[in-house]
């Protein structure tokens, strides 16, 4: 029988036998009365899996060669019996997926033509950055490269070459889930301190038009562009332990102090929407109020306030049956008054402990244990002894 590739529990039919049973199955007889009729081993339901491939004359296989079939039909044009194109002779089946020995072969070999093709680009990428060594020791850049340098080099793992693996899940997160992971990694690549390594994985490069043009700051390996990266560590270190600082460090302090903190209430905050199934956007009126917080509070305490807040907009919802647009507008609204009450009552602002699902960063290690030697005060003390000094960094920085 040519003209159909069939399945053994249909082997036994002479060709005129199939015609009949294929002309009285699309006529619509009843499907267990020809599975009895034609003695075929099968459920009515899985019939349509029987049916045969209809083998075409002209279209041939692209794996050996021989005529490729069609299965028929089902008469109830089912969806999967459309395009089951399949080899007569060996094991294709004309579909992207197939995993017949003959295209996984050709997969294998495109695949590994393209790894070749993009480690080409991607050295040729990463040799870009590469100029010649600019920093030699900490007293050339400043406490912010510093302390963004050694915690990114304490998070990722040390390659035998002198590389860093890249900041993807981490023992213990970079910076707080913010954005500020991107903020620290993009200032020391704007200066120059570190670039991306050629040894990183070819999914961290995006290609446009046959050429990278940009990688994922998350999965890029990294490289320190610096004369002897192991002695800058140390420098770094040396300074902490010895608390001998250059004096332009000093003036840089509060600032980070303060961005880390924000970060941190930024991160709480987006916790406690997202335990409310309610989404996250980072905007100039929640950073105003979390730094108003900030101004007189510690972020242990200003996580108790987020908390009371979340609260109260939980209530909110239930009661108005508010959408999470508005839900989300009245927690800002209402972390403030909660605060705004408590300055005026003189309530006490009982602080919270750190979050378990939010571990402390490497960031926040390496500014308060190694650099401050003031470990978690500079999560549980306010940041701010005076107003002017807040006017100062906020009115300023932010
Ligand atoms: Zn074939
Ligand atoms: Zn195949």
Redo the contacts with the bound molecule.
């Keep these: 029988m040519g003209k159909y590739i069939l399945d053994e529990r249909l082997s036994h039919l002479s060709e005129m036998r199939l015609n009949a049973l294929l002309s009285r199955y699309y006529q619509g007889e009843k499907i267990a009365t020809l599975l009895t009729e034609f003695n075929i081993q099968c459920l009515p339901t899985a019939f349509y899996k029987l049916l045969p491939h209809a083998i075409h004359s002209k279209n041939k ?1 692209r ?4 005529p490729i079939a069609t299965r028929l039909k089902s008469r109830f044009k089912m969806k999967f019996a459309r395009d089951a194109v399949k ?1 007569s ?2 094991e ?1 089946v004309d579909f992207r997926n197939c995993r017949c020995d003959y295209c996984l072969r050709i997969k294998n070999e495109l695949e590994a033509t393209h790894q070749v093709a993009m480690k080409v680009l991607i050295e040729e990428f990463c040799r870009s950055f590469s100029t010649k060594p600019l920093v030699s020791n900490a007293q050339d850049i400043s406490l912010e490269a510093a302390i963004a340098l050694l915690a990114l080099v304490r998070t990722c793992h040390l390659n035998e070459d002198g590389t860093y693996g890249s900041i993807i899940k981490p023992q213990l997160p970079y910076t707080p889930r913010s954005s500020l992971f991107k903020e620290k990694l993009v200032y020391l690549l704007d200066r120059e301190i570190i670039c991306p390594s050629s040894n990183s994985s070819t999914r961290a490069f995006n290609i446009y038009d046959g050429k990278i043009d940009s990688f994922n700051l998350l999965d890029v390996n990294w490289k320190l562009n610096c004369v002897n990266s192991e002695l800058l560590i140390s420098q770094i270190e040396n300074c902490g332990l010895s608390g001998e600082w250059p004096e332009y460090w000093c003036h840089e302090v509060d600032s980070l102090r303060l961005e880390l903190a924000l970060a941190e209430c930024q991160e709480f905050y987006e916790f406690c929407l997202g335990d409310r199934g309610l989404p996250y956007t980072n905007g100039i009126a929640i950073n105003n109020m979390l730094l108003n917080l900030l101004r007189d509070h510690s972020v242990a305490q200003c996580y108790r306030i987020i908390w009371c807040g979340a609260t109260a907009s939980s209530d909110f919802k239930a009661r108005n049956q508010a959408n999470d647009f508005h839900t989300m507008n009245y927690m800002a609204g209402a972390c403030l008054r909660w605060a705004d009450k408590a300055r005026t009552e003189g309530w006490p602002v009982i602080a919270f402990k750190r979050n378990f699902n939010l571990p402390r960063s490497m960031l926040s290690y390496v500014l308060y244990d190694v650099m401050l030697k003031t470990g978690e005060k500079g999560f549980n003390e306010a940041i701010f002894k005076d107003d002017e000094l807040y006017k100062f960094h906020v009115f300023k920085e932010y």
Aim: glycine share 12%; hydrophobic share 10%.
């Design positions: 296989c794996a050996c060669g021989s080899c002779q060996c294709h």
